[in-house]
């Protein structure tokens, strides 16, 4: 079954906050993490970021590269079954770029699927986009274009509002 594109992103409660921290952690290098939540028609939701270390390899080149460890890959799944969720993409940073997938992440990327950037250059909020990753079928992938989505900031739950700090 091939998935609808979405129209809408939407991220739940304190997701942004806890995805740029993750992210902007990792620098240097390129952080990365993967987006846990639900698709529902064309809307998007992610409801939690399962943060991942980049295992790229030679490590010299995870300024400018990442790899998720495929462990956590198959842990966060398994997570997600046993609460009616899904993995819905990636998120990774550019430290050194703009937020835009890169031929790298093109060549690399398995669609469909979600992909967030945040770039190390931008100012807020344009340093943090999203991106709908097509099904590249028998085209070579740099030939399948991304759509990007307005990222959608959705209220924390009630007495939710501190993340424990």
């Known amino acids: 079954m091939r998935a609808l594109t979405p129209e809408r992103l939407q991220f739940g409660g304190h997701c942004l906050i806890v995805l740029e921290r993750t992210l902007r952690a990792a620098e240097p290098e390129e952080g990365c993490a993967l987006l846990l939540g639900t698709h529902s028609h064309t809307t998007l939701r992610v409801q939690w ?5 980049n295992v ?3 490590a010299e080149e995870r300024r400018q590269r990442f ?7 198959l842990l966060a799944q398994r ?3 046993n609460r009616a969720l899904t993995v819905l993409g990636a998120a990774h940073s550019h ?16 669609g469909p699927t979600l ?8 100012p807020p909020p344009a340093h943090l986009r999203a991106w709908w990753m097509p099904e590249v079928g028998g085209a070579p992938p740099h030939l399948a274009d991304p ?8 209220p924390a739950a009630p007495g939710a509002e501190h993340l424990g700090e």
Do not use: F, H
């Not at 992909?115 to 931008?122: A, F, K, N, Q, T």
């Not at 759509?147 to 959705?154: G, N, S, T, V």
């Open 56 to 58: 790229w390899t030679p």
């Open 79 to 81: 997570w997600c079954r």
């Open 67 to 73: 790899s998720l460890d495929p462990r956590e890959q």
């Open 49 to 53: 970021i399962w943060p991942c270390r």
């Open 147 to 154: 759509k990007e989505l307005a990222i959608e900031p959705q």
């Open 115 to 122: 992909m967030v950037i945040r770039s190390g250059l931008e």
């Open 95 to 110: 430290p050194t770029s703009a937020a835009v997938p890169s031929a790298t992440d093109r060549q690399r990327c398995v």
